[in-house]
C-alpha cells in the first residue's frame, strides 16, 4: 500500500483506504468517486494532485492527497 503521492502519473490504481477521519474529508472524497476499492489515475501532481475517476477529473490538493492509499 502505497500514499497517492508516491504512485507514477498515469498508472491506475486502486483505492486501499481512506486514512483520514475527518467527516468533511471524507464526505468530499466519496462525493468524488474516491472510495475504497475505486480505481483512479494520477494526471498531475503539480500545482495540485488532479486524478481521474471513471469519467470524472477531480483537483486535490496535497494534504487531502496525503490520505488517499491506494494498491
Not at 7 to 28: D, F, H, S, Y
Not at 37 to 48: M, N
Amino acid at each position: 500500500m502505497n500514499a497517492l503521492s508516491k504512485v507514477k502519473i498515469g498508472q491506475v490504481q486502486t483505492v486501499a483506504k481512506l486514512g483520514t477521519q475527518e467527516t468533511t474529508v471524507r464526505r468530499k472524497l466519496m462525493a468524488m468517486g474516491i472510495t475504497p476499492g475505486s480505481s483512479l489515475i494520477v494526471e498531475q501532481r503539480f500545482p495540485s494532485y488532479i486524478v481521474k475517476v471513471g469519467y470524472t477529473r477531480a483537483a486535490l490538493d496535497r494534504e487531502i492527497a496525503a490520505t488517499i492509499f491506494v494498491n
